[in-house]
């Protein structure tokens, strides 16, 4: 018995005759074609998770938008294959409009987010028409109105509010509460409702909140879901606003490790339809759009990294293996602290008896994967697969310490393709222009 267990949140990784698969691949041998670190994508399961998604909105509310986040993963085959699956997108950045535009999601279907949005981007949302700019304070809503005052039209607003809601995940990644730098908090947004009326050049069309990522119970979703539908609720009876839109936010977490609790989208969707209903129905006002933001749950268990180990070694009373991905490849895990399940991609059943720190070959004590993992014995030349890695790992990538961004490869049923070439030293320089 080995002391591996096998239960992915990605149940198309396969263990067969002690050897790692992603479907029908052999991970060693797609390291072995391909080279390391290497990024393995598997598409079916990013459309599998879409689907969930989508599925189970749909079971509930009558028009909503899937507008999946671009900051998780903003490959150019991965937004082309949601987009084709019908998600729009939600984008924080002048660059994320146009990929969202490259990718062919409508205009309409973008939602642009951003705590300090330059007015060039702004300029650029409202040219382009989005669907709604997400405003983050009353001084943004004033530059918005100039901006579409200038172009001549008007633009669809909504306003992100700081519900002061705690998400109860790790601190860098929660931004429900007022200590945060994010939205308006709901005093304010009232205090600014007659205000934002007399603006000409926005239409107020819905509310936004977003309170934190990787949150594994329903109970701040169903917080956040009740105060913003009493909001909304109160901003169109009180101040005869005609909102139709409510922006929940993305959030929803992973189960990264063994143990940790598992939402589905559905749990999500149902809990968040019964507070919102409630609310609309007991107030009288129309059920509104609903807009999610999904990053995370649409693509983290996509994808696998895979690293050599250069040398093992001991040190002090600790082993370590030494692998060739870094904290550039992926930075997770020195950034939070993040837990990734580690495994060899052979010797899966063997014992897994010993004690190894995993760490990067850059010189900063962060750039280390793992402590007291649990593994076989290992010996240099074999490899290890780094889970759940598509979400924030590669669209977190740098070139730090002269480092090339890794080749990625999707799968897809039987065939396998490059999607991203490892970078060259003329790609890391090529911008750049040296003085005389
Ligand atoms: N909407 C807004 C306004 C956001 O700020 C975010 C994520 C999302 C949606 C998507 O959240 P998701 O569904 O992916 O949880 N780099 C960190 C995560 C930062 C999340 C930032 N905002 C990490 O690796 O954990």
């Not at 909304?232 to 936010?249: A, H, Q, W």
Request: hydrophobic share 40%; charged share 25%; proline share 3%.
């Amino acid at each position: 018995m080995s002391h591996f267990c096998n239960k992915f949140s990605n149940l198309n990784i396969k263990v067969k005759a002690g050897k790692l698969f992603l479907r029908s691949f052999s991970l060693e041998e797609l390291a072995e074609k391909f080279g390391t670190p290497l990024y393995v994508v598997d598409a079916e399961r990013i459309e599998e998770r879409y689907i969930e998604v989508y599925k189970a909105l749909s079971k509930y509310f009558a028009e909503f938008n899937v507008a999946y986040s671009y900051k998780a993963n903003h490959s150019l085959s991965v937004v082309k294959l949601l987009t084709n699956l019908g998600a729009g997108a939600t984008i924080v950045s002048s660059l994320g409009l146009e990929l969202a535009l490259v990718s062919g999601v409508s205009p309409s279907k973008i939602v642009f987010d951003g705590p300090s949005k330059s007015s060039e981007e702004l300029t650029q949302a409202i040219n382009t028409g989005v669907g709604i700019i997400n405003a983050e304070s009353f001084e943004e809503l004033l530059l918005i109105n100039s901006i579409a005052q200038n172009l001549n039209c008007v633009a669809n607003v909504g306003v992100r509010v700081n519900l002061n809601i705690r998400a109860n995940t790790h601190k860098k990644i929660s931004t429900g509460l007022l200590s945060h730098k994010f939205g308006v908090s709901s005093n304010d947004l009232i205090r600014f409702l007659p205000k934002i009326k007399k603006l000409k050049n926005v239409s107020l069309i819905g509310l936004h909140s977003h309170i934190g990522s990787q949150i594994l119970s329903l109970e701040p979703f169903a917080e956040q879901a009740k105060i913003l539908a009493k909001l909304y609720s109160r901003v169109i009876k009180e101040f005869k606003v005609p909102l139709s839109t409510v922006d929940l936010g993305g959030g929803l977490g992973i189960s990264y490790k063994v143990g940790d609790s598992n939402i589905s989208y559905e749990d999500y969707a149902s809990v968040v339809f019964s507070e919102i209903k409630s609310i609309v129905s007991k107030e009288g006002v129309n059920f509104p759009k609903i807009i999610v933001e999904p990053g995370r749950y649409i693509v983290a268990d996509s994808s696998i990294l895979l690293t050599k180990i250069n040398y093992v070694k001991k040190l002090g009373n600790k082993k370590w293996l030494l692998v060739d991905a870094g904290m550039n490849d992926f930075i997770r895990v020195a950034l939070y602290d993040a837990y990734h399940e580690i495994l060899p991609t052979r010797k899966l059943n063997r014992k897994f008896l010993e004690k190894y720190n995993v760490g990067g070959p850059i010189c900063e004590s962060s750039d280390v994967f793992a402590l007291n993992r649990k593994l076989p014995v290992m010996k240099s030349g074999e490899l290890l697969a780094i889970l759940d890695v598509g979400a924030y790992g590669l669209s977190m990538a740098s070139n730090y310490n002269v480092r090339p961004i890794p080749r990625v490869i999707m799968v897809w049923k039987d065939k396998v393709k490059i999607v991203r070439e490892k970078e060259s030293l003329d790609d890391i320089i090529k911008k750049e222009k040296v003085p005389d």
